[in-house]
Every structure is written in C-alpha cells, then in structure tokens.
C-alpha cells in the first residue's frame, strides 16, 4: 500500500521547518553582529563591521531562500493522479530499477530526504533522476547517466 502523499508532505514540511528555524537564528546572530559596539571600525583598515555585514547578507539570502521552499511545499498539490497523467510536482512514482523497486516523491524543494521511514525518497524536478521522472507516465522507462554509468529506470505507477 502507497503511503498518503498529504502526510509525505506534511512530514517533508516539518523538515523544512526545523532546517529554518537555525538559519533565522545564525541570521539574527550575524545582524547583532554587524550592529554591535564592538564592530564598529577602529581605524580605516579596520573591517569587522563590513564582513560581519557581508555575512549578515549571506544569511538573509539563505533565510529568504528556505522560507520559500516551506511556502512552496505548503501549497504544493499532492491530489490523486487520474489515469496514465504524466509525472510532475507532486507524484508519488514507483519505479524500478535493475529488479529493485523505489517510492520517489517529487517536491520542489528537499531532494535528498528520506520520508515515511526510510520508503520513500525526495526528488526535485532539477535533480537528474527528477529531470528524467517529469512528463513520464506509468509503463515508460528512462534512461540517465549518473556518475557516468547509464541507468534504466522503469516507471511502474504514478500516484
């Protein structure tokens, strides 16, 4: 039996909350930094509060960054697939390659992570297994080089 794709995604949700919450927490650190007496300049080859300033940045841009993939895996669509609909955001394939059977749920955000303990593994469009998924259907194969070894992945069903 397939796992719930609207708890897949609570659950790859959750994840992406609790990999925000340290960023917002280095990014408040790296602000007070920036601010604080201490940083301001000594002399005119002094440059704490400028790097303390760039990293204050840096952090901003990764803060931004992991609050829209919350916001885009909060309102991605986990529906339930109708008939042969092709493989998008969303999915829950089943593939198999080389006999071995493998749940793979597409998000946009948070490949790499491993959700329903350990059954299902995320890909995102962009990843090189999820480029080859997107616009198959259930009975197609495809094929992709990783690492510079040619696979063959069937496409058994999409959920």
Request: glycine share 12%.
């Amino acid at each position: 039996m397939l796992p719930d794709k609207a708890t897949l995604r609570a659950e790859l949700l959750e994840r992406l909350r609790a990999d925000l919450d340290p960023l917002e927490r280095a990014h408040r650190a790296a602000l007070e930094g920036a601010t604080h007496e201490e940083s301001k300049p000594e002399n005119s080859k002094d440059t704490r509060a400028l790097e303390q300033s760039y990293l204050a940045r840096g952090q901003a841009l990764r803060v931004a960054d992991a609050r829209r993939a919350v916001a885009d895996v909060a309102v991605m669509s986990v529906d339930r697939v109708r008939g042969d609909q092709p493989v998008g955001v969303g999915a829950l394939v089943t593939t198999v390659e080389g006999g071995d059977e493998r749940l793979v749920f597409v998000a946009p955000h948070g490949g790499g992570s491993v959700l329903a303990g350990g059954t299902v593994h995320v890909v995102t469009p962009q990843s090189p297994l999820g480029r080859a998924l997107v616009g198959r259907s259930a009975g197609d194969a495809c094929e992709l080089t990783l690492g510079g070894r040619e696979r063959v992945i069937d496409v058994v069903g999409v959920a």
